[in-house]
């Protein structure tokens, strides 16, 4: 179970992330936190006519949110912001562990974060990066003649976290217990 | 008993207590006797909560099953009952921090509410622009926000003792900071919640009030493992949590010196905390009632008693060494077995707490917490509630493994090789 989260891919984005860093003169900035935690991050997007023309990101955080925001940039460049609000719906379906969003290649590394979906404590963590996107995308679009360098300040996340997940294997509802020896 | 007023040298007050028997205890708290995730459990979180023996669960049924009624307003035979239960435990707790009296005991929701009555009945009637309160860089955000608020609201100020890098609050500045005589109260934990540090409360207490000041005790660490005695403390309130010392969430107390308590305005308006009322106007009940607006928790304060009776049979100068022997086993073994484990906090030289604050390598707290949980062993990664803490120790958090009196060393033993695991996953070592 435990390989199966921390797979190899989710590591090496924690330890060498992708797009980190500075944009000289982003569109728009978000500043996020998840305030379960305590992770931060900004995520700048460099928009032109509707399509991310560059993304970065700072902050610190788990191996799973620090990854999953790595992957998402990579995802994200070049792309239009439908594109984008498409992937982040795609990887929602992921966190929500549906079997279909498995197999979505669509999502490329993003899908060795599948296993996250197994611990509904974490899933917060992988969607901070996709929160700020989201707010990201929204302030683009709120904006008629196009956004100057908006900066929006530490939100607190505010994605929902996926519908209870089913109870674990071996919970007993009488005893409200997990696996206890019979 | 040994009052703990002073700092605690290693084995000091406690050398001469018997050996506590954690397996022993272990088996009076039903929740531990299961496996997670396929692994017995491991609670190494007791500095959140801790979790409560037979006798306490035991305690809430019956009353619940025999003897439940309202207190303070019947004349009939459960009303009679619950209040003299409920009266009884008040006794229990003064008896058990050393108060002389009983009436110096108001039940509240926890230690939070036991400082936020302070800051707000205490504050209100006390506080003012230019006065200042004390508080230091290594308090539970429970010490710290009720006092902001009442900062707000009366236009005092908040100064913060430092802490030393070897995470002992530092007395000469605490000095500095009340030396203009604006402090009208200091406030400090007993024991750190993040770090386990016992601080010198007596020796605060003579200081606060050599600079005229009152002086509160944040206790929700302490009174789960160590002697309390508020008169040989000198402090002047002393706040603590029934959850942290195998009593039932909901409940505390605060303690107060009676003339202090008799000055102060009611906290909350409502039933229980008058003495008579007219429809424009109200005059309130004598301490501690006049703090007790509404139906208190009255299972609690039972259940909190039979913790307090479950704490006194497995000996609090037991539990205190235990405490102290564990934490210093967990340093020990840690620092020795994990080349890139950081350590928070006084060394194993000092006596502390049984909490133990650290950073492994270049995992996060929360992940490293996830993997241990898949060991079975439980842990808290995160502020800790101490951000100002955090920010001092210059990280973004922490993971914290707290031992109480049902962890042995076979606890410490799970926790060093789950942390293997996490070495192992993460590729480290």
Redesign the interface.
Known sequence: ???S??RELI?DHY?RPRNKGALDDPTVTIAMRNP?????IELMLAVEEDRIAEVRFKG?????SQASISMMTQALMGKSLDTAVDLERRFLALMHGEETAKEDRTLGDLLALQGVSK?PV?IK?ALLGWNALDEAVRACRRSDRGLMGERIEFKDMTVDVPEAAPPPEGFDPETH?????A | MNPIGSPTTAGAPTATAPPLDAEALKARFPVLAQTVKGHPLVYLDSAASSQKPDAVIAAVTAYYSTDHANVHRGAHELSIRATDQYEQARGKVARFIGAGRADEVVFTRGTTESINLVASAWGRANLGPGDVIVVSEMEHHSNLVPWHLACEATGARIRAIRMTDEGQLDLDHMDELTSDGAVRLVATAHVSNALGTIHPVAEIARRAHDAGALYLVDGAQAAPQLPVDVRAIGCDFYALSGHKMCGPTGIGALWGRREILDAMPPYQGGGEMIEEVRIDRSTYAKVPHRFEAGTPHIAGAIGLSAAIDFLNEAGVETIHAHEVRIARLALERLSAEFSQLQLYGSGPDVDRAGVVSFTLADIHPHDLSTILDHEGVAIRAGHHCCQPLMRRLGVAATARASFYLYNGEDDLEALVQGLHRAEKIFGIG
């Open positions: 179970m435990l390989e989260i921390y590591l330890r379960l935690c305590g992770d931060e610190q955080g788990c191996s799973i611990l974490r963590c217990r997990g696996d206890l020896p």
